[in-house]
């Protein structure tokens, strides 16, 4: 046997070796809490776009996997796809497009808890929030977050309503900060098919990304 | 080949580990839950009862976030607010709809405890929680 079939075995047997401690890991896991029924914690290949895509959407009550099927009132929930029909739909979350079933009037949910007449105050106004990176820039639209939301709901908690006053990026928002506190739970989460909803301006013609500090301060120029 | 026992060795578990794997990884998506619903496990199973399962997509065709998230004082954080059947009964959080006025009233036990006995709580489908954040909290440990 030569170097060469020894460093292939030996290759081979990290491999074998590798998925079966993470195996061993995973078990040691699942009989600590053997009870525990959802997605194992930090799942974070599930973020991948090249896995295999949820076929099952929009399942019953009965077979979504937190139901417990043995519960008779389980059976007599509303389907979701029995509610969702007409709706608009979209390719996250719910497969429902909420703000624009809301709009095209699909569904008008009440303002206030008793009365079905009273209407949302709305305020139409568009905040840019400019990128630094070559992504388009941010239009936050009032409108659509009004339709929906009270001003306390977000001022003065989550952003203070003041010009430069909310400095955020996507990881606090994928951290649950910021827009996270509702988008990527209820509203449209944050997905490779949904950046553009919020980054949304092109970038001016002449702009062009700014350059990084170790190039500007690059001593062999 | 002195190394043959040892190579079969190793592809035998090679090949259980990756089957192991695929196993691990189907019985991961089983949850097919609908995006926004929220497990609620404080107090439910150590009173012996099944968790409550609030199905945010539901009651959001009926009503807009406003009303619970600002008039009813709800928190924006599954599990935050500490709901007791007591605080129902009482005309506080579900029960300012859910007295039989609004909404079907709590003699309905099973319509809402209607979980996985021992399931945490969590928001099912939330970014946060797939990506960092532990499945669950207890309360005390705040």
Same mark, same amino acid.
């Given at each position: ?27 040691? $896991? ?13 799942? $974070? ?19 979504d996997g937190i139901h417990d099927p043995a519960n008779d009132s389980t059976h007599v929930l509303q389907p979701p ?46 905040? $840019?929030?400019? $990128? ?90 | ?19 192991? @794997? ?25 009173? @012996? ?9 539901f009651h959001r065709i009926r009503f807009r976030c406003k009303v619970c998230h600002a008039d009813l004082g709800f928190?924006?954080?599954?599990? @935050? ?9 009482? @005309? ?34 939330s970014t946060v929680q797939r990506l960092v954040a532990p499945a669950y909290k207890s309360l005390e440990s705040k």
């Amino acid at each position: 046997m030569n170097f060469k079939t020894k460093s292939i075995s030996l290759a081979f047997a990290l491999v074998a070796v590798a998925p079966l401690s993470a195996v061993q890991a995973e078990d040691a $896991v699942i009989a600590q809490s053997d009870t525990i029924n959802v997605a194992s914690v930090s799942a $974070v290949n599930t973020f991948n776009r090249n896995l295999k895509k949820e076929t099952n959407i929009n399942a019953a009550p009965s077979e979504d996997g937190i139901h417990d099927p043995a519960n008779d009132s389980t059976h007599v929930l509303q389907p979701p796809k029995e509610a969702f029909s007409g709706f608009v739909t979209s390719k996250f979350g719910n497969y429902v497009d909420w703000v624009k079933t809301l709009e095209e009037g699909k569904i008008n949910p009440r303002w206030d808890r008793i009365n079905p007449a009273e209407e949302a105050f709305v305020m139409d106004m568009d905040i $840019v929030r400019e $990128v630094k990176s070559s992504v388009p820039d941010v239009i936050f639209p009032h409108r659509q977050h009004t339709e929906w939301l009270a001003c306390a709901n977000c001022h003065p908690t989550i952003f203070i309503p003041q010009q430069n006053a909310n400095q955020f990026n996507m990881s606090s928002i994928l951290l649950g900060k910021d827009c996270g506190v509702c988008h990527g739970k209820v509203s449209f989460p944050v997905t490779t098919k949904s950046c553009g909803l919020c980054h949304s301006k092109p970038k001016p013609a002449d702009w062009e990304p700014p350059m990084s500090q170790a190039s500007l301060k690059n001593p062999w120029k | 080949m002195i190394l043959n026992p040892l190579r079969k060795f190793i592809n035998k578990f090679a090949c259980v580990g990756i089957l192991a @794997g695929l196993v691990l990884m189907l019985g991961s998506q089983n949850v097919h839950a609908e995006y926004g619903d929220v497990v609620i496990n404080n107090y439910s199973d150590a009173a @012996g009862m099944r968790p409550a399962v609030f199905p945010h997509w539901f009651h959001r065709i009926r009503f807009r976030c406003k009303v619970c998230h600002a008039d009813l004082g709800f928190e924006f954080k599954a599990g @935050g607010n500490k709901i007791t059947m007591a605080k129902i009964i009482d @005309g506080q959080f579900c029960g300012a709809c859910h007295n039989g006025e609004v909404a079907w009233s709590v003699e309905n036990c099973n319509m809402c405890h209607s979980g996985n006995p021992g399931t945490p709580t969590h928001f099912h489908g939330s970014t946060v929680q797939r990506l960092v954040a532990p499945a669950y909290k207890s309360l005390e440990s705040k």
